[in-house]
């Protein structure tokens, strides 16, 4: 089952919010990835984290590592229409290279 | 360039049939995942090659899975005698070495197999 707990669960955004989610685990993560999927398609990388404190953006982006290296938080400034869609937070641990996900933040469009 | 592919994209199969699913890892990769990913949740890890070498392949969920990676380059995840619980899009990753030689913990999935068993 997932090992990392993201929060929230589904939001709904207006074109031009800013948006924020975050990816919480109860051990110690070395690297923290965020993906985004679309229905139907793989996963697709937007940004990954390598240290504890890290703040690295990707144009509207931003995605920080926590400092205690059991979190991660990801910010979506000015969003847009086709920012819809799952986003999923990943970590690795200190040995192996499998990843584990979250369950996911389902991001939709105020009608 | 070309991204990860998977086929087929989608396979329905009979409950007890044998299924093979393929992926095309991105040229020059030498790591490559499988993962699972039931409706509505994230991919959870099956197995990991570098190379040719299965190096873990503490997620398989039980001995009718079985995964193999010959030529150090295509994969092929195969569960025998499906069953219902099989039912989930199987995702494909594979990650580059980097110049330093240190392996990337970046992971760039494919489409992804939609399995159903019926």
């Known amino acids: 089952g997932q090992q990392l707990n993201q929060s929230p669960q589904s939001m709904f955004i207006q074109e031009g919010e800013d948006v924020s989610m975050n990816c919480t685990s109860s051990s110690i993560f070395n690297t923290w990835l965020w993906y985004k999927q679309d229905p139907g398609e793989g996963p697709v990388l937007l940004i990954a984290?390598?240290?504890?404190?890290e703040l690295t953006s990707n144009g509207r982006l931003t995605a920080q590592f926590g400092i205690t290296r059991k979190d991660s938080f990801l910010n979506i400034s000015a969003s847009i229409p086709s920012d819809v869609g799952i986003y999923f937070c990943?970590?690795?641990?200190?040995?192996?290279?499998?990843?584990?996900f979250g369950a996911g933040t389902i991001l939709r469009v105020k009608s | 360039g070309a991204g990860v592919s998977q086929s087929p994209r989608y396979k329905v199969a009979k409950r007890g049939q044998d299924v093979a699913l393929r992926c095309d890892p991105i040229s020059g990769h030498v790591s490559l995942f499988w993962y699972q990913q039931a409706l509505g949740q994230g991919p959870e890890f099956l197995t990991y090659f570098q190379n040719e070498a299965q190096l873990d392949k503490s997620g398989l969920p039980s001995d009718r899975f079985f995964a193999e990676r010959p030529e150090g380059s295509v994969s092929t995840l195969k569960i025998q005698r499906t069953q219902q619980e099989d039912s989930a899009v199987y995702l494909c990753?594979?990650?580059?070495?980097?110049?330093?030689?240190?392996?990337?913990?970046?992971?760039?999935f494919g489409p992804g197999t939609r399995l159903t068993v019926t």
């Open positions: 990753a594979s990650s580059p070495v980097l110049f330093s030689g240190r392996e990337s913990y970046e992971q760039y």
């Open positions: 984290l390598y240290k504890a404190g």
């Open positions: 990943a970590g690795r641990r200190e040995y192996g290279n499998k990843l584990v």
